[in-house]
């Protein structure tokens, strides 16, 4: 199966990012996009997202081949509803949201029969909305592809082969994994950020401009995860919640141990713990996902 259309639903950061890859990488593939908000709408087709912006989602999906919903993971059975009157029978439906077990069944459910195979690019920033894309947003990132059971060979070979097109490392993995890694890695640090920022701001006996002034670089780092899209991450956190749930409960404890071992002085367990993580930082930037300059590679005034 050769992937010569494809359909972008959702023209923020993801979606714009996609189309913007498409084009710069010069791919023999036409886009067509969407997206509910016509203001956005209007934006994308300035800065050129995808080849036409269409005003119904219908429209956008006529005949393509590949149609991807760049959509809150709370919105993708919305999103394939308002598709389903012009879907191709051939055409493969995904997606780029971070929870799948969810996205699998919201989209089995509005789509009877279709072919589904949900997919994962873990790339991102925390800022969000069609000015926000960009064409190297997935360059040596990895995508992850949660295929299901009995899936068209030639559709997931077809699949893969677009995002590893797009600079992307890709990823076969069963969608309830996912949710379980994704929880570890991306999901709970992202409610952690939210968690420390919010109580910053909260506390009485610091004032609001002083926790502003004065952030170091950890809280810094915080506020700019917890400046992420709020329905992102509102949808990811209700549609991955037993994940979520379990890995937070393993983290509670965790804390729980690193509040008696600084309550009893116990150095020694809280130096053996920063120096594994440590470890795993240095681990991240030989797998090529950070960067190993001082400061994550800010630059600086002379």
Known sequence: MTITRVAIIGLGLLGGSIGLAVKARDLAIATTGWDRDPSVRERAAERGLVGTVCERAEDAVTNADLVILCVPVGAMGDAARAIAPGLAPHAIISDVGSSKEAVASALAEALPGACIIPAHPVAGTEQSGPDAGFATLFAGRWCIITPPDGVDPAAL??????????????????????????AVTSHIPHLIAYTIVGTASDLEDVTQSEVIKYSAGGFRDFTRIAASDPVMWRDVF???????????????????????????????ALFDLFTRTRAIRRQVIEQGQDDERPDFGRQHPD
């Not at 070979?157 to 994704?182: N, P, R």
């Not at 549609?239 to 009893?264: C, H, P, W, Y």
């Open 157 to 182: 070979e077809a699949l893969s082969d677009f995002w590893t097109a797009l600079g992307s490392k890709v990823e076969l993995m069963d969608a309830a994994h996912h949710d379980l890694v994704l």
């Open 238 to 268: 209700l549609t991955n919640k037993g994940a979520v749930l379990e890995m937070l409960g393993r983290f509670t404890e965790d804390l729980t141990a690193m509040q008696r071992a600084i309550r009893s002085g116990d150095g020694d």
